[in-house]
Every structure is written in C-alpha cells, then in structure tokens.
Nanobody, 120 residues
C-alpha cells in the first residue's frame, strides 16, 4: 500500500508564490518518477512538472521559468516551487509517482489533490 500526501496549497494573489510538498509512504522499493499534475474546472488533468530518479525534469510550457520541481530522495518527497503565479494557474494540483513497490512490481499513484487559487 502506497500513499501520497500533499500539502501547501491555498489562496495567493497574482504575482505571488506557493510551495507544494508531497510525501510518499508505504511499500516503496524505488521511485522512478515523481511530480505534479493539475486540473482546472472544466478542463482535463495536465502535466505541470515531473522529476525522474536520474534528475531529469519535464515541465509544461506554461510554467517553464516560473515553477521548479525538486525531490528529496531520502524522504521520498517531491516539491513544487511556484513563482509569479497568475489566475490561469488556479487548479487542483495532484501529486504523482511512478514507483516500484518491490523489485518487479510497479504502478502509478496519485495524491488526493490540493487546491491552489490565484486571485486578488
């Protein structure tokens, strides 16, 4: 059993910053990829940013230069530093992890989501 628990969402003014955190716990052998997706009202869930075990990153074009994804592998935790936020960033942000629970069994896991609202 694997759990992803997010924290750090909230209400922020345009131009402000927020930092999201997500900690994975449970039966974890190794984490291949970890990061964030988001879903705005009436829209499909979309990639925000991910970071793999080798340190490679993948960002949505809309957040490049403003958001930074990082990981603390010792803590099985991923962070999303969000700067220069604008109203279009308003969404529920979901933590994501692709991981092995043992040497051969892998799966994709999701957190429960945390609301980020950018508004004046």
């Amino acid at each position: 059993q694997v759990q992803l628990v997010e924290s750090g969402g909230g209400l922020v003014q345009p131009g402000g910053s927020l930092r999201l955190s997500c900690a994975a716990s449970g039966s974890i052998f190794s984490i291949v990829d970890m990061g964030w997706y988001r879903q705005a009202p009436g829209k499909e869930r979309e990639l925000v940013a991910t970071r793999n075990s080798g340190g490679g990153t993948n960002y949505a074009d809309s957040v490049k230069g403003r958001f930074t994804v990082s990981r603390d592998n010792a803590k099985n935790t991923v962070y999303l530093q969000m700067n220069s936020l604008n109203p279009e960033d308003t969404a529920v942000y979901y933590c994501y992890a692709r991981l092995y629970s043992d040497y051969r069994s892998w799966g994709d896991y999701w957190g429960q989501g945390t609301q980020v609202t950018v508004s004046s």
